[in-house]
């Protein structure tokens, strides 16, 4: 797509659970250009879903559950006069009943992390995780439709990546979202933002205690029995995936 005809820079990066997407948040959100949105469909998805997360009461109270009005706030205006505006969702809620046409007025990448790490760690909060949990399902249909629609893949983030080599890897993402890359996005003040999501005192521990991306070290936590089958699902969509990463 010419630079010309592209969209204002409304970025929507699409991640699984248990990942570094909050680190990634917490990366855009220091630059001065930026504005960032937590996980803003996460309250029309617990309504409709009906699935039992931490604070889903508090969570339904207190943001808008009809995912049209939202989307309307995603892709309408830059808030507060930003030149820049990061949505940082879960991709799992990206419901199939939902009309997805919008997302393709954003600038969008995906977020990978391996799945046995990922599944290890999400079992801590959710103990039987289904395929769709993990948002693997949804990233890959969101993918192959991005594809078709633009004539070329969506950037692909792993995990791994990001941690082993933070500058070099933003500043390739940077470039294919076409934003300039920011030093500042490598380091922040730890703590809380006003910004974070009202379950972050759940999800955000090690979050709140950083200022800067973790060295990357390998999980290597025995994966239970009964999630062999799931992870093999998972390892399938995460492959595909992954055969696309971005590299610097």
């Known amino acids: 797509m010419a630079a010309a005809n592209r969209p204002p820079p409304r970025i929507a990066m699409w991640s ?54 939202v989307v309307d706030r995603l892709t309408g205006p830059l808030p507060d006069d930003a030149d820049i505006f990061y949505q940082k969702h879960m991709a799992h809620h990206l419901l199939l009943k939902m009309d997805w046409d919008w997302v393709g007025a954003l600038r969008n990448a995906l977020l990978i992390r391996e799945p046995r790490a990922m599944l290890t760690s999400l079992i801590e909060f959710l103990p039987e995780p289904t395929l769709s949990d993990t948002g693997l399902p949804q990233q890959w249909r969101l993918f192959q439709r991005l594809r078709r629609e633009h004539d070329a893949p969506p950037p692909v983030l792993r995990a791994q990546d990001v941690l082993k080599a933070p500058g070099p890897m933003l500043d390739a993402l940077c470039g294919v979202l076409g934003v300039p890359y920011r030093d500042a996005m490598l380091s922040w003040s730890p703590g809380p933002r006003t910004t974070d999501g009202i379950w972050a005192k759940h999800w955000y521990d090690s979050v709140y205690d950083s200022t800067g991306f973790q060295p990357y070290t390998p999980k290597n ?9 799931l992870h093999e699902e998972c390892r399938a969509l995460y492959d595909k995936l992954a055969a696309h990463r971005l590299c610097p």
């Open 16 to 69: 699984g659970p248990r990942n570094i997407s909050t680190a990634l948040m917490r990366s855009w959100g220091s630059r001065e250009d930026t504005v960032v949105v937590d996980e803003p469909l996460y309250a029309h998805y617990l309504d409709a879903t009906g699935r039992a997360h931490p604070s889903r009461e508090a969570i339904i109270a207190h943001y808008d559950t009809d995912w049209r009005a």
């Open 221 to 229: 936590i025995p994966l239970p029995d009964r999630l062999h089958d």
